[in-house]
Structure formats: structure tokens, C-alpha cells
């Protein structure tokens, strides 16, 4: 009988120890079954914490068992405690990634050095890492610093799957710097990403840039103040909040997501929120489609040559692997150039180039060329764009538009001698009656046909066309909705180049 009973009691704990991993199981199984086969460590971890709360369910329903329950409610209970110091020690773990030290060789915590432009508007400043003097990338769009691996010489503290800006993915691991320096600002024990010299050879993203050692990662980036003059090729750095004017100034707000950085834009009218991120040269790059404001008849989708951190496989026979879970890479349509109106605090750019359909939502590089200073106040979480700048500069993102829409327009007339442009919004045109030498004044709405040739770079228009009608200061007062020519014996067109702009 006393042996029943034993056999009983350990039949009891085996079986309470039992049903909470059972029911992981069997969640695993339905998991696999209806959802896509790829186990991160935050579905499993959600699998565990479902499994145990449905045993401890069973735990309460069983009420004659005294000795089972107890066994259920022990073993969940143990799982429970071993998630939460799993998951607190990843947290101080991630704490110590971004747990660097910083020491000034001045007490007015202020410093200024030059950065340098690569040939798409990028920024690089001079560092020196152990000793080595090179250059890093100015990157607020990746969280960690990156190194080339000839600098590691320590084993990883971790080792994460990182996406590039294409959805590549790849494992990197994780080491610890013990000498960065920017002019007067020391770093010691600072975590940085290892990243293959692969990235600095044919197919790299750094090919033939030797000077390079990487990427400046918001790890660092985000301790202090930057203010950039985009006109001396000087960055101030400090850790104060920014005290300067704010006279002709535009100020946005940042947004922390995590270590990485959110600005609010209007796309169209609508608010959107974009990751700020001084390694796009793209002005603008959503993962949304969108309405273009002005639309050009056989232009879509274009080729994309973007390099990432890893485009090195691509060239190497590996295996690319693509984050296909997060991105739905395999939903999205044909990435496209687009034009939209966007507001950028106070300023709204017309016709500005977008890149839609895409991986990410970025704000980029270009529009810091647009103003003589930019201020990224990380401490106050402001970002002020000071003094616009009229001169076309080639990587202001005005310039990149008016250029984008320039070459289609001429890519089109070279090849078919017109184009369509879809107008959302009315087009005005000028032209002089010569009947009665009245000044016309012709509005088109919808697809508007243009046609003329390209020689030399000259224009020279031969005809426009679309749904129109005359306003209301022309002698007949009546609308017409048949082709339009301008430059015949009826009209002459007044301001050709105002025109060509405006389509």
C-alpha cells in the first residue's frame, strides 16, 4: 500500500512536469502548421509564456489532485523565474553595448573637426582607432558602430543577425574597442559591429575607399550635440543642449525608437514618421505607396543599385539570405521614383523626389545640403536646419528632383519626341493671341501631352495638349477641350523655360 502510494506520488510529479512541456509542444506544432517556419527568440520565448499561463489554467481546474497541482503551479513557476533572468540579463547585456566610456581633454566639453564629402553627399570624419587615423561614415541610421575586422582582436560578447539597408542579413558579432578618439573626445570600452574586409573589395560597399574604417554608429553619435556647417565642412560637438539662434531656422522634432532616431514629415498631406539617417543618400525613401503629384507616362520602377553593408555577397557566390519576415520583401511591388509634395517642418518642397516601395522609411542625407547649418540635438531631441541655401548645390534634394525630372523629360522626348506628365494639380500656361495679341491664359488639367526635341541640349517645343480651358480674361469667354497648339499662327507661347519647369 505504501508502495502504491509512492508510485502514485511519482507518477503525479512526472505527469505535472510533463503537461507545461506537452503544451509547448503542441503549440510549437500548430505554430509550424499555420505559421511561417522561422523561430525567432521572441516567438519562442511568446510560445513558453502561453504555454506555462494554459498550464497553470489546467493547474486550477485540477482541484482533487492536491500533489499534481502543486507540481504544475512548482515547474511553471521555475520556467517563469529562468524567462525573467534570461530576459534581465539580456537587458543588462544590451546595456553594456551601449555602456562606453567618454573622457574630454578640455573642460569646455566642446570640439570642432572637419568632415569630408564622398562623390553622393555623404559625411566622414577623421578618427583615430587605436592609434590608426582614418575615417568613419557619419551614420545616424545604424545603431552600433561598424569596423573593418582587421581591428578585432578580442573574442564577441555577442553575436546578433543584423540587416543591412537592402534586407540582407547576417551574423555579426560583437567586440569591444578600447581606443576611439574624435579631436578632443576620447572613448574606451566601446562596443562596435565586426564587419568582413569582404565590404572594403570588388563588390563592397567601401570598395577602394582604404582611408575608411567603417561606420560612426548612434552608439556614440548619440551622446552629444552636432552642429554640422554645411558650408565650412565643419561638425561642433558637445554634450549641452543647443543655445544658438533660431532665427530663420526650421525645427523638427525628434523621436526616439530605440538608440535610432524618428522624424515627423507630411508625404501628400499626410503625416509620416521616418527613421533619420545621414547613410542614405535617397532624399526621401518610403515602404508605402504613393499618390504621385506628378506622374511621367512609361516611368516606374527603377534598377536598384544601392549598396549595403553586405552587397558583398551578391558577387562572391554566397548564398543572400533576405529578412523576408519583417520586410514582406516578397509582397512588395517595384520599387519607384515618384514625385510628392513633402513638409519639412515649416518648408514644404513641391515635386520633391520620393522612393516608394521600398524596405524602410528613411529621411536622408540630402536635404541637410539644402541649409548653411544643421543641428542634431540629441539631448534636447530637436533637429534645427538654419539658414536655407539658394545655390543649387548637387546633393541638395531640390537639385536631385528639378535633375530627376529633367532627365526623364529629356529621356522621353530623345526617344519618342513627347511626353505625358499626369497633373494633379492645374497647369497653368501663358501664351499671346496673334489675332488679337490678347495674353491667354491656357490651364490644363489631368495627362498633358508635350511634344518637341532635344538637340544639343537645346529645347525646341513643338506642341501641348491635354483637357484645358481659358480663363475667364480672354475675349470669347468659351472653353475648348481639343489639342492646343502653341507656336503656330494662332499662339505664341510666353515663357518656354517657366514651362518646361512647371511640367
Not at 258 to 267: A, F, P
Not at 349 to 367: A, T
Request: proline residues 1%.
Amino acid at each position: 500500500m505504501k508502495k502504491d502510494k509512492i508510485f502514485n506520488s511519482i507518477s503525479y510529479i512526472i505527469t505535472g512536469i510533463f503537461i507545461p512541456i506537452v503544451i509547448l509542444i503542441v503549440l510549437f506544432i500548430i505554430s509550424s502548421l499555420f505559421y511561417e517556419k522561422v523561430f525567432s527568440f521572441k516567438k519562442i520565448n511568446f510560445l513558453v509564456w502561453l504555454s506555462l499561463g494554459i498550464s497553470l489554467v489546467i493547474a486550477l481546474l485540477v482541484r482533487k489532485n492536491k500533489l499534481l497541482r502543486l507540481t504544475i503551479i512548482m515547474f511553471s513557476a521555475g520556467l517563469s523565474c529562468l524567462l525573467l533572468y534570461k530576459a534581465i540579463k539580456k537587458k543588462s547585456q544590451k546595456n553594456e553595448l551601449l555602456d562606453h566610456v567618454i573622457t574630454w581633454d578640455n573642460l569646455s566639453h566642446k570640439t570642432a573637426i572637419p568632415f569630408y564629402i564622398s562623390p553622393i553627399g555623404h559625411l566622414y570624419i577623421k578618427t583615430a582607432i587605436k592609434g590608426d587615423v582614418k575615417y568613419l561614415l557619419f551614420d545616424t541610421g545604424a545603431d552600433f558602430t561598424v569596423l573593418h575586422e582587421k581591428y578585432r582582436d578580442n573574442v564577441p560578447i555577442s553575436i546578433s543577425e543584423v540587416i543591412d539597408s537592402n534586407n540582407k542579413i547576417e551574423k555579426i558579432g560583437f567586440h569591444i574597442l578600447d581606443s576611439l578618439k574624435l579631436s578632443e573626445i576620447g572613448f574606451s570600452n566601446v562596443s562596435y559591429m565586426s564587419l568582413k574586409k569582404n565590404a572594403w573589395g570588388d563588390c563592397g560597399v567601401f570598395k577602394g575607399q582604404d582611408s575608411v574604417a567603417g561606420i560612426l554608429g548612434n552608439n556614440v553619435i548619440n551622446n552629444f550635440v552636432w552642429d554640422i556647417d554645411m558650408v565650412n565642412r565643419t561638425m561642433e560637438i558637445s554634450d549641452e543642449k543647443f543655445k544658438g539662434t533660431t532665427e530663420q531656422c526650421n525645427i523638427l522634432r525628434l523621436y526616439k525608437d530605440g538608440i535610432s532616431w524618428d522624424v515627423e514629415l507630411g508625404i501628400n498631406g499626410i503625416r509620416k514618421r521616418l527613421t533619420l539617417d545621414t547613410g542614405s543618400y535617397g532624399g526621401i525613401v518610403m515602404k508605402d505607396s504613393l499618390v504621385s503629384v506628378k506622374k511621367y507616362t512609361g516611368y516606374h520602377s527603377f534598377p536598384d543599385n544601392s549598396m549595403g553593408a553586405f552587397s558583398y555577397k551578391d558577387c562572391m557566390g554566397e548564398k543572400v539570405v533576405l529578412d523576408t519576415i519583417s520586410s514582406g520583401r516578397h509582397k512588395k511591388k517595384n520599387k519607384r521614383n515618384v514625385f510628392a509634395d513633402v513638409a519639412v517642418g515649416d518648408t514644404i518642397f513641391k515635386n520633391s523626389l520620393v522612393r516608394d516601395n521600398n524596405y524602410h522609411n528613411l529621411f536622408g542625407i540630402p536635404f541637410f545640403w539644402g541649409y548653411e547649418r544643421v543641428v542634431l540635438d540629441f539631448v534636447n531631441r530637436k533637429m534645427y536646419f538654419i539658414n536655407p541655401i539658394n545655390t543649387k548645390y548637387a546633393f541638395h534634394h531640390s537639385f536631385i528632383s528639378e535633375l530627376k525630372r529633367r532627365n526623364i523629360k529629356i529621356s522621353a522626348l530623345k526617344t519618342s519626341g513627347s511626353f505625358i506628365s499626369q497633373m494633379n494639380d492645374s497647369l497653368l500656361v501663358k501664351a499671346i493671341y496673334r489675332k488679337t495679341k490678347d495674353t491667354v491664359n491656357f490651364k490644363f488639367k489631368g495627362a498633358v501631352t508635350y511634344y518637341g526635341n532635344i538637340a544639343n541640349d537645346t529645347l525646341t517645343m513643338d506642341s501641348i495638349k491635354g483637357f484645358k480651358y481659358f480663363s475667364k480674361n480672354h475675349l470669347v469667354k468659351e472653353a475648348y477641350t481639343e489639342e492646343v497648339i502653341l507656336k503656330n499662327n494662332l499662339f505664341k507661347l510666353l515663357d518656354a523655360e517657366e514651362l518646361w519647369k512647371s511640367l
